[in-house]
């Protein structure tokens, strides 16, 4: 059974503070996301990852970076958090090649204060 | 780039009524049309998928069609329940769904 774990499931920062979400898929996926979730937006992408250091821009990768350098985890970073990156963060992994179900992790509730 | 609408954003239906949820796609080269259930609280999961080398699939209650010519994917489900009642997002693929495009979601209920 796969099992991707998000570190937080509610996390409260402040404007300017540097924010960290991680990501841990326990399969040997090759590919890892990482979308936000807003009312009527549905799920955007920000950023992938296809291999280990490896990453690609979503949609949407503005004022976000990210870090892969172990297959299984994933970070996601906010370098200066701002009120409008206050949204859910689900982060998901799929095995690759012709097997893309996405598997995704509980999410993380974050808010920008 | 590619981009994927999704229609009702809302759709109420009595329990044991079908409903069906529409998406069209953009972009021609995509391949891959999946689809996720989201439950209230928790996270999206793939309930049905479809390649574009095939017209339909089922998998019980639920089917999935698609019309390569017009770009667009609907999804079908029968004898509807109230455990039925989620969102549901579609999503468009290129490849191997290294960057999938999701709609914005139906929010459906199942009246009882």
């Known amino acids: 059974d796969v099992k991707v774990t998000q570190s937080s499931r509610y996390l409260v920062k402040r404007t300017g503070e540097k924010v960290f979400l991680e990501c841990v898929q326990d399969?040997?996926?090759?590919?890892m996301f990482w979308y936000r979730q807003d009312p009527g937006l549905g799920l955007r992408l920000i950023y992938f990852s296809y291999d280990v250091k490896m990453k690609e821009k979503g949609d949407i990768p503005e004022g976000y970076s990210v870090s892969r350098e172990k297959k299984e985890r994933f970070s996601l970073i906010l370098e200066s958090a701002s009120t409008n990156q206050t949204s859910m963060y689900l982060c998901?992994?799929?095995?690759?090649?012709?097997?893309?179900?996405?598997?995704f992790g509980p999410g993380t509730r974050l808010l920008v204060l | 780039g590619e981009n994927v609408e999704q229609h009702p954003s809302t759709l109420s239906v009595q329990e044991g009524d079908s409903a069906v949820i529409k998406c069209t796609y953009s972009d021609s080269a995509s391949n891959y049309f999946p689809w996720y259930k989201q439950e209230l609280g928790k996270r999206p999961q793939l309930i049905i998928d479809?390649?574009?080398?095939?017209g339909e699939k089922k998998d019980q209650r639920i089917a999935v069609t698609l019309n390569k010519t017009a770009k667009h994917f609907s999804l079908h489900i029968t004898e509807t329940q109230p455990e039925d009642s989620a969102v549901y997002f579609c999503a468009a693929s290129i490849g191997y769904g290294q960057n999938f495009v999701f709609g914005p979601g139906t929010r459906l209920s199942v009246l009882p």
């Open positions: 399969m040997d996926h090759e590919n």
């Open positions: 479809i390649r574009s080398n095939v």
């Open positions: 998901a992994s799929s095995f690759g090649a012709e097997q893309e179900t996405q598997y």
